[in-house]
């Protein structure tokens, strides 16, 4: 089955700065890597998703690249700010629109931003 | 319109008892998941269903846990009996699914099941 790896585990920044989120994936069948945030003890929410046909996609101050050949794609945030401390999670899935099957999601990123 | 509803919102049981959660999917998502989150992990895939059929439950411990969609629409899973590992948060999630169509999946906001 798919194996979903992330680095880092915590990641500190000061606000402004920029964080870089990174996964690797194993299962080349894949073709759906989205981003959750996760704040404590709330659910995980969507924050931006890219399928296996583009190598990047960008949303204001969030932008995902992928890499399907050598199977890793990360998360960029840009001019951070408070409110985007949280826990951030990759995942990964296959299906034929992308997003049908479960996901696969990595161990998670504690994003601490620093003021 | 409303999101994914999940109940309850916690739950404290004592080992060996049965307990079970509920969910209400988004209104006309065909496609329901249940996932379990350790703390301080990812949430993990244990069932999938597509209407009324569990597509995919590979992940599940059958020997304790089970799990219904009997219409189509909301879900029950149950754990019996619970051990102390089983604590953690029991999260659901729901997606439409049409051929080759994306939708993302939205996400309830859990049980936490402590199991004592």
């Known amino acids: 089955g798919e194996n979903v790896e992330q680095h880092p585990s915590t990641l500190s920044v000061q606000e402004g700065d920029s964080a870089v989120i990174k996964c690797t994936y194993s299962?080349?069948?894949?073709?759906?890597f989205p981003w959750y945030k996760q704040e404590l003890g709330k659910r995980p929410q969507l924050i931006i998703d890219?399928?296996?046909?583009?190598g990047e996609k960008k949303d204001q101050r969030i932008a995902v690249t992928l890499n399907k050949t050598a199977k890793h794609f990360s998360l960029h945030i840009t001019e951070t700010q408070p409110e985007d401390s949280a826990v951030y999670f990759c995942?990964?899935?296959?299906?034929?629109?992308?997003?049908?099957?479960?996901?696969?999601f990595g161990k998670g990123t504690h994003l601490i931003i620093q003021p | 319109e409303a999101g994914v509803v999940q109940s309850p919102r916690y739950k404290i049981i004592e080992k060996k008892q049965p307990v079970a959660f509920w969910c209400n999917p988004i209104?006309?998502?065909?496609?329901l998941y249940w996932y379990l989150q350790n703390l301080g992990q990812g949430p993990e895939l244990l069932i999938r269903y597509e209407n009324e059929e569990a597509v995919d439950d590979s992940q599940l411990p059958k020997d304790r846990f089970s799990a219904e969609r009997l219409k189509g629409v909301d879900s029950t899973l149950k754990i019996q009996p619970a051990e102390l590992g089983d604590s953690a948060v029991y999260l659901c999630a729901s997606s439409f699914i049409a051929g080759a169509a994306y939708n993302e999946q939205f996400f309830g906001p859990g049980t936490r099941l402590t199991v004592l």
């Open positions: 209104s006309g998502h065909n496609t």
């Open positions: 299962d080349s069948a894949s073709n759906y």
């Open positions: 995942a990964a899935s296959t299906g034929p629109g992308g997003g049908a099957d479960g996901l696969t």
């Open positions: 890219i399928r296996s046909n583009v």
